[in-house]
C-alpha cells in the first residue's frame, strides 16, 4: 500500500478493484489489521466495493 501515498482513496480503491475480483475477505481484513486506520478503511471500502470476493 506505500505505493499508493499521496493518491486519493477513491483511484486507490478502484486500481485494487481491478485485481480483488478473488481476494479473501477475512484475509484483507487481518491483514488490514496491520496498518493504519485509513489503510482498514480502504480495504473495507475494498471489500463492500467487490461482491465477487471469495468469503473465508
Same mark, same amino acid.
Given at each position: 500500500m506505500w505505493c =499508493?501515498?499521496?493518491i486519493q482513496k477513491d483511484? @486507490?480503491?478502484a486500481d485494487v478493484d481491478d485485481w480483488a475480483t478473488n481476494l479473501s475477505t477475512? &484475509?484483507?481484513m487481518q491483514y488490514a489489521e496491520n =496498518?493504519? &486506520?485509513?489503510v482498514q &478503511? @480502504?480495504?473495507h471500502e475494498i471489500a463492500n466495493n467487490?461482491?465477487?470476493m471469495v468469503i473465508g
Open positions: =499508493y501515498n499521496g483511484q @486507490i480503491v477475512d &484475509k484483507l =496498518y493504519p &486506520k485509513s &478503511k @480502504i480495504a467487490n461482491h465477487t
